[in-house]
């Protein structure tokens, strides 16, 4: 059997993008490596993360030129992802999240050492930092 070597994208649905940039940009610190009135994409170190419009992913997709075609996609309700933090950066980033009027939800402590701190963006996807020790692969 062909074996997968990882996830290249993860892929959150907004219904609005200009608010969903400022909070990936301003209160996460992320970067956006491209972006239309569609689609925003960050670059992670191991993936990346797309952003995409509500309603703006529901039909095929033609490239340009003879790149081929991206088939309608779509997401709904509230989605998780975790992000990846040193765990010299758990306090750091407790602070920062607070200081953005960002609420905590919740802060688990995992058996081998992970702490992870939850919290909401602003289409209430649930959003997880987490520090090492949580996977066997993290």
């Not at 407790?94 to 200081?99: D, E, F, N, S």
């Not at 919290?119 to 996977?135: A, K, M, Y």
Request: charged residues 20%; glycine residues 8%.
């Amino acid at each position: 059997m062909p074996t997968i070597k990882g996830v290249v994208e993860t892929v959150l649905y907004t219904r609005n993008m200009r608010l969903a940039r400022y909070f990936f940009e301003s209160v996460m610190g992320l970067t956006p490596h491209t972006a239309d009135h569609r689609f925003t994409a960050y670059a992670l170190e191991w993936n990346m993360l797309l952003l995409f419009a509500d309603g703006e992913t529901s039909e095929t997709v033609e490239l340009p030129g003879d790149m081929g075609t991206i088939p309608p996609h779509d997401g709904s309700g509230r989605q998780h992802i975790a992000f990846a933090i040193a765990a010299d950066a758990l306090d750091d980033w407790a602070k920062h999240l607070q200081a953005n009027d960002i609420a905590i939800e919740g802060q688990t402590r995992w058996p081998k050492g992970a702490v992870s701190l939850y919290f909401r963006d602003p289409d209430g996807h649930l959003l997880e930092l987490v520090t090492p020790g949580i996977w066997p692969n993290y």
